[in-house]
């Protein structure tokens, strides 16, 4: 039966889910279930924020670049933008996505 075998996740937002390498492989791993990782670090980005959403201050933080970058990102629809008033917000699950997927 033929397994689909990745690289291996070697990123440091996922340390709970890096797996020791194994003797004499060289960095082949089986497919890790993105959606999981997406969903772990939405919880993780949720507690330590204590909110589901994100502004573009919060935003500047978490991809530690400046607030025009991220105006940027917002106009090119990597994700899904909310405006309430004049702020444009985005999930805690779709800034989650996007740092996985990028």
Do not use: W
Not at 16 to 29: C, F, V
Not at 72 to 93: D, M, N, Q
């Amino acid at each position: 039966m033929l397994r689909r075998m990745y690289k291996k996740y070697e990123g440091t937002l996922f340390n709970g889910h890096k797996q020791d390498k194994p003797k004499g492989s060289n960095d082949i791993y089986e497919a890790v279930d993105v959606n999981k990782l997406i969903n772990d670090h939405a919880r993780l980005l949720i507690e330590r924020y204590n909110t589901v959403c994100f502004d573009v201050k919060q935003m500047q933080e978490i991809l530690n670049v400046g607030e025009s970058n991220v105006y940027e990102l917002l106009k090119t629809g990597c994700f899904p933008v909310k405006t309430i008033g004049k702020r444009k917000v985005v999930s805690a699950f779709a800034l989650a996505a996007f740092l996985i997927k990028a």
